[in-house]
């Protein structure tokens, strides 16, 4: 299908803020008990990135974290790592140290996070630094205020200028070490600051269509973060330009995820839209930090019957 | 401490069945009739089944002309002797009791809904208890309000009101019935449906815990041919119906001239119009909710699917992959979307009908999936180039099968979905608020729902146009038919 043929198609499509609501939490409303929770908690633990996003973050906090994140329960190996840290670029390199040979990515936030309110030269320099340090995963965040102006076109170029960038830089690393790495691009629309649901889907469009292998929903500094809603009409939108051009994008809700019933709702929320194909952590990714520690927690309490208070819990 | 595992690729995830206790509901091995406050025993009894299972429930009494004649006397004694002079407040008073119990037993209420009729759990847990009990509520507050509804007019009710109720909401169709009813001072006799008469007797013994005075309200249980010497006996001031356009016909034929106030509430083949301007994904679940929703056995059920023809590949595509997630299978489990078909009958007439499809050329289509051994079963179902000359487009199936119709404009939207003899309901999806009132002012239904389907709120009236019915249930509307005019 054209491109044109798409647009028309697919842009026109306009969202019901009532029925979308609805829908999300009709999904949320299914019942995963037994064994199937299991399953949903194991999976949910894969899919983390893992994240520390904060000014005070230190070389001994984020040690911490990539310990945390190659052995959640240092106890029961039947709960494998998480999918990657996520950190600012300033901590990549450390990152790199702790997690070398561990197969576990390391993202990095980039691009002028979480305002983007910066050049567009600085924001490349910005991406090509956090690889150059040792990232496999950029976590951009698009323009939102020229999005809102309703200058598409320069929130679309930026993307794929960035996409850009990760391809030349990956690229040139790999001739470098003789290894091939690739860097995978998530682009955060920050929906709590586009708000309607329209302008969320337009936004996913536009991410998709420049070249993104991720979108996702926030930054974690805004509220609202990830909901259910939203991420409903992402991954809708996800749906819908896979139909049409057969490019599968992943997908990533972060910020205010902190319970294993939330985790499973989105989990059972990307089965009935996306189905089985997007149902692991090259598809799909949970952007968290206190949410792995209740996982843990329901995880022991399925196998043994009994909740742990969280002192059985490491910290990091 | 292990070595570090990344797992990538975990197996397909499935969920497990996750069952609603049944092991807290109470239900007798039989029921006898609740006439003037006790119960009566009867000559035959008959049994009634979970439709999942085919296995047995209870043994419910059936009344004959006799135990007919006894009930409407019952209530005829009541109505004259106390509850005509009853305080409106105090009629108040114990709908609200009876609201309120029901409430204390919502959980029991569902599950037997759920083992006696079929229904998903999920459905008669949101929608069918919750919904009852708020229409009891509703005219509950209405009792002593009557004067304001006519300007210089004094309320007066009519005397006894012969209910009948169909099968597929059982205690929602009750307590639209009931609650008005006696809100408005009359006293009823109700016969519940034949394949599921449970709620109806759990109601009879919260009737009592309320302390309703004897013979205000009293149950029956039977056959058409109960329903008939109801309808016949002359004590009788007012028939309710809810159930078929065929048995409606034959009531409005037998009640003519006897002077009884008539309110019928029939079948339909609702069109649901999706404009090419229409929030897709928001209309796709409105497809699904419309037609699927309690197995499609539902009076107001979007069984037309009418969609502008520039956008029907999109919603039919959309409308495929979107059945794949339907969970059908044990009521009683939590996840089930779509549950059992009432009855052994009503699944030979669906399959009829289906069949009826197919051999007139219309495209069939079927999701997988496995349906249990035992109990009454069919997979949901959608027909694709139908034309408004198929059966299938004007018969009501009453199950879950859908038929997918095309239009070009608005105008022939409105045409196609005014073109049957029934008007009870109609659904419009567009983004365009103008379009909205633009043809629902041209529809010629009871309820026009806009981008949204099978929403039910008791302030609101439920009636229809043409062989659908006449006569409005909820709302104001839903007491005039219980006050002399």
Redesign the interface.
């Given at each position: 299908m054209d491109k044109l043929s798409t647009f028309l198609?697919e842009f026109?499509?306009?969202?019901?803020e009532?029925?979308?609501k609805?829908?999300a939490a009709f999904l949320s409303?299914?019942?995963?008990?037994?064994?199937?929770?299991i399953?949903?908690i194991?999976?949910a633990v894969?899919m983390i990135d893992l994240t520390t996003l904060e000014g005070k973050d230190t070389k001994g906090k984020v040690f911490s974290i990539c310990q945390k994140a190659?052995?959640p329960l240092?106890d029961d190996?039947s709960i494998?790592?998480v999918a990657a840290v996520c950190v600012y670029p300033n901590m990549i390199s450390d990152v790199a140290k702790f997690l070398d040979g561990?197969?576990?990515h390391i993202a990095s936030v980039a691009t002028a996070f979480p305002s983007g309110q910066y050049p567009l030269k600085l924001k490349i320099e910005d991406t090509i630094k956090a690889i150059e340090s040792g990232a496999d995963e950029i976590d951009m965040v698009i323009s939102r205020g020229k999005f809102l102006e309703g200058d598409y076109n320069y929130v679309y170029n930026e993307i794929k200028t960035i996409k850009q960038v990760c391809e030349e830089t990956s690229k040139k690393l790999s001739d470098k070490k003789n290894q091939k790495i690739e860097v995978h691009l998530k682009v955060i629309l920050e929906t709590g600051e586009l708000e309607t649901y329209d302008n969320v889907r337009m936004a996913s469009f536009i991410g998709m269509m420049a070249g993104a292998d991720f979108i996702k929903t926030s930054t974690g500094k805004v509220q609202p973060a990830a909901t259910l809603p939203v991420t409903l009409i992402m991954l809708?939108a996800i749906r819908d330009f896979y139909?049409e051009t057969g490019i599968m994008t992943g997908m990533k809700p972060a910020g205010g995820i902190r319970t294993t019933k939330d985790a499973i709702s989105y989990?059972v929320m990307l089965?009935?839209t996306l189905g089985?194909n997007w149902?692991?952590?090259?598809m799909f990714r949970i952007g968290a930090s206190s949410l792995l520690n209740d996982l843990l927690m329901q995880f022991k309490k399925q196998k043994s019957g009994y909740y742990q208070s969280s002192d059985y819990f490491t910290i990091d | 401490?292990?070595?570090?595992?990344?797992?990538?690729?975990?197996?397909?995830?499935?969920?497990?069945?996750?069952i609603e206790d049944s092991k807290h509901i109470s239900l007798s091995k039989k029921y006898d009739l609740f006439i003037n406050g006790k119960n009566l025993k009867t000559k035959k009894y008959f049994k009634t089944i979970n439709p999942a299972t085919e296995e047995m429930l209870s043994e419910v009494a059936y009344a004959d002309n006799k135990d007919v004649n006894k009930a409407v006397t019952s209530a005829k004694n009541a109505f004259n002797k106390h509850w005509k002079k009853t305080k409106p407040s105090d009629r108040g008073k114990y709908l609200f009791r009876i609201a309120r119990i029901i409430q204390e037993k919502a959980r029991e209420f569902s599950v037997i809904e759920s083992m006696n009729g079929g229904k998903p759990i999920?459905e008669s847990k949101s929608i069918d208890i919750p919904l009852a009990i708020s229409h009891f509520f509703y005219y509950a507050g209405w009792a002593d309000k009557l004067n304001y509804i006519k300007t210089n007019s004094k309320p007066e009710p009519l005397g006894v009101a012969g209910q009948i109720i169909p099968w597929n909401f059982p205690l929602l169709m009750a307590a639209w019935k009931i609650a008005p009813a006696l809100a408005c001072g009359n006293t009823v006799v109700i016969k519940s449906a034949e394949t599921t008469p449970l709620t109806l007797y759990k109601l009879a013994e919260i009737i009592q815990e309320a302390e309703i005075p004897d013979g205000v309200v009293n149950i029956i249980s039977g056959d058409g041919k109960t329903g008939s010497y109801l309808v016949d006996n002359s004590e009788v001031n007012k028939i309710a119906f809810t159930g078929s356009t065929e048995v409606g016909k034959h009531i409005m034929k037998s009640t003519a001239g006897s002077g009884k106030k008539l309110t019928l509430e029939l079948g339909g083949k609702a069109a649901n119009i999706i404009f090419?301007?229409?929030?897709?994904?928001?209309?796709i679940?409105?497809i699904i909710n419309g037609i699927y929703f309690n197995q499609g056995h539902v009076c107001c059920a979007g069984s037309r699917l009418l969609v502008q023809e520039n956008i029907a590949d999109?919603v039919i595509?959309k409308l495929k992959s979107r059945m794949n997630?339907l969970r059908v299978g044990n009521p009683l489990d939590?996840?089930t979307d779509i549950g059992a078909i009432n009855s052994k009958n009503q699944l030979k007439r669906i399959t009829e009908l289906v069949k009826s499809g197919v051999s007139e050329g219309a495209e069939i289509f079927q999701p997988q999936c496995t349906l249990p051994a035992k109990g009454f079963w069919f997979k949901p179902t959608f027909f694709s180039n139908v034309s408004q000359a198929h059966r299938i487009a004007n018969e009501e199936i009453f199950g879950p099968v859908l038929s997918i119709l095309t239009f070009r404009t608005p105008k022939e939207a409105i045409e196609k979905a005014n073109n049957t003899f029934y008007g009870l309901s109609a659904g419009i999806w567009t983004?365009k608020g103008s379009k909205v009132f633009e043809v629902l002012k041209q529809i010629k239904a009871g309820v026009v729902w806009a981008?949204?389907f099978n929403k039910f709120n008791p302030a609101s009236p439920f009636g229809g146009f043409k062989e659908s019915g006449f006569g409005r249930e909820g709302g104001v509307h839903g007491l005039l038919p219980y006050l002399k005019d």
């Open positions: 198609k026109r499509n306009p969202v019901d009532i029925g979308t609805e829908r409303g299914r019942s995963i008990k037994n064994e199937s929770k399953d949903f194991k999976l894969s190659k052995y240092p190996d494998g790592s561990t197969g576990i809708e139909n989990l089965n009935e089985i149902m692991n952590n090259k | 401490m292990g070595k570090i595992i990344v797992k990538k690729n975990l197996p397909e995830i499935k969920y497990d069945a996750s999920r090419e301007d229409a929030p897709v994904d928001a209309a679940e409105g999109l595509k997630y939590k996840n983004s981008n949204t």
